[in-house]
Structures are given as structure tokens and as C-alpha cells.
Nanobody
Framework: VQLQASGGGLVQAGGSLTLSCAAS????????TGWFRQAPGKQRELVAT???????NYSDSVKGRFTISRDNARNTVYLQMNSLRPEDTAVYYC??????????WGQGTQVTVSS
């Protein structure tokens, strides 16, 4: 499966952005998918995940502000980000894990939140 991430940009604190991760080659509904982020000088952080059954999970740092969802018809996973904070600034990466343990990654998309 090939993943194409998009939707990053510059936004003021308190604003919103929606990231998209479009898949090709395979149905994304057969993969556990999610989003990581990495800020300069910080460890990579798992932000949100969605299982093949649609069960979602979030890191404590984004819980209540971010929502991960999957549109099977569009073969796309989204990350709706609300109430953005400067500390959300990072490069965001989507990934997909197959049941066989293979991991696939999209290219990163930069999110910058200004104070």
C-alpha cells in the first residue's frame, strides 16, 4: 500500500487543520492506521490510531482535541485537529500496519502552530 499525506500548514493557536492520508494499492480498511508526529529535538510521538474495526485511541496530549477517522470509500484516513497549540507543531506522518506485521509510511506533512 502507498500512502500520501497532505493537509499540513501554518495555523494560529486555537485554529484547526485536517490532515489526510490517502492510500493506493490496497484497501486501507484492512490495516491498522494512525498518525505519528515528530518535533525538532523531540522523540517521535504516536498521536492517534484506528484499528480495522474502527476503534480509536489517542495520546493524552491530543485527547479531546484531535479526531482520527477513516473513509473506506475514499480509502483515506483523516486527522481532524482542533484547538491547536504551539506544542502541536511537528511533522506528522501517517502509517498503516498489515496483519502480517508490515508497516507502511507516508511522507511527512508539516504542521506549524503560531502563538
Amino acid at each position: 500500500v502507498q500512502l500520501q499525506a497532505s493537509g499540513g500548514g501554518l495555523v494560529q493557536a486555537g485554529g484547526s487543520l485536517t490532515l489526510s492520508c490517502a492510500a493506493s494499492g490496497r484497501a486501507l480498511s484492512n490495516y491498522a492506521t494512525g498518525w505519528f508526529r515528530q518535533a525538532p529535538g523531540k522523540q517521535r510521538e504516536l498521536v492517534a490510531t484506528i484499528t480495522v474495526y474502527g476503534v480509536t485511541n489517542y495520546s493524552d496530549s491530543v485527547k479531546g482535541r484531535f479526531t482520527i477517522s477513516r473513509d473506506n470509500a475514499r480509502n483515506t484516513v483523516y486527522l481532524q485537529m482542533n484547538s491547536l497549540r504551539p506544542e502541536d507543531t511537528a511533522v506528522y506522518y501517517c502509517y498503516a500496519d498489515s496483519v502480517l506485521g508490515m508497516s507502511y509510511w507516508g511522507q511527512g506533512t508539516q504542521v506549524t502552530v503560531s502563538s
